[in-house]
């Protein structure tokens, strides 16, 4: 699986980078707002310091404006992802982007037909967005799963990207359906090393080598 970082704050995406764990990063507007940064400046930085897809999104709502934010988006580096929203407009865009040999990442899936319609378009990715779906107490894990089969059942080869990841159990379920990428915040992808019995184990090992007397270096 791999592990997009859903952020566009650099030392965040710096720290798990050097650990090797990112295969990509995914912003959008609401996160570039966050970073307080310019949208061209920061997906320059990312993008030459990951070397895996960086999605960078579009604002504009109509299919001819969304093209043309999007081309000026894709000369930013050649690992970009033009990311569009799931409407006909950004189907529309993510058909001649991607036509163009452009990566695109159909995002705010909500529903498995939008999957499949961002599918035929074209898509590179598919962002269903697990957490805003169990917000409102409908299923998340069900559209990954209902994904995944539809893709599989026609050979799509449009990555799912599971998106809205709020937990480290979003993060398990995803891999356990077959995401074939999640994207999650830094601290998600961090609290997915911890375990109770990890720390307790390392206490007491701590606690009987101090009674050894020994030192290994
Ligand atoms: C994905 O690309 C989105 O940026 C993100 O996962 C949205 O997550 P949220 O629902 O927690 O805002």
Not at 43 to 70: F, N, Q, R
Not at 182 to 201: N, R, S, W
Request: proline share 3%; net charge negative; with cysteine.
């Amino acid at each position: 699986m791999k592990f997009f970082v859903d952020t566009a704050e650099v030392d965040q995406i710096a720290e798990l980078n050097d650990l090797g764990m990112v295969d990509g990063v995914t912003t959008n507007p609401s996160l570039i707002l966050k970073s307080g940064r310019d949208i061209l400046e920061v997906t320059k930085e990312i993008a030459e310091m990951v070397d895996g897809p960086v999605s960078a999104e579009v604002v504009a709502l109509e299919a001819d404006a969304m093209i043309e934010e999007g081309r000026k988006l894709a000369k930013i580096a050649d690992n970009i992802a033009v990311k569009v929203p799931l409407t006909w407009a950004g189907l529309k865009a993510c058909n001649v982007l991607s036509g163009e040999g452009n990566m695109v990442n159909v995002t705010l899936c909500f529903s498995a037909n939008q999957a499949l319609l961002a599918a035929k378009a074209g898509a590179t990715f598919i962002s269903p967005f697990i957490g805003r779906l169990d917000d409102i107490n409908l299923d998340g894990m069900e559209l990954i799963s209902d994904i995944r089969q539809i893709y599989d059942n026609y050979g799509y080869d449009t990555q799912i990207l599971a998106a809205s990841i709020r937990t480290v159990n979003h993060a398990y379920q995803a891999a356990m359906i077959g995401a074939d990428v999640m994207t999650a915040p830094p601290g998600v992808i961090k609290k997915m090393a911890e375990h109770p019995l990890t720390d307790a184990g390392l206490a007491t090992f701590m606690k009987d080598w101090a009674k050894t007397g020994q030192k290994i270096v």
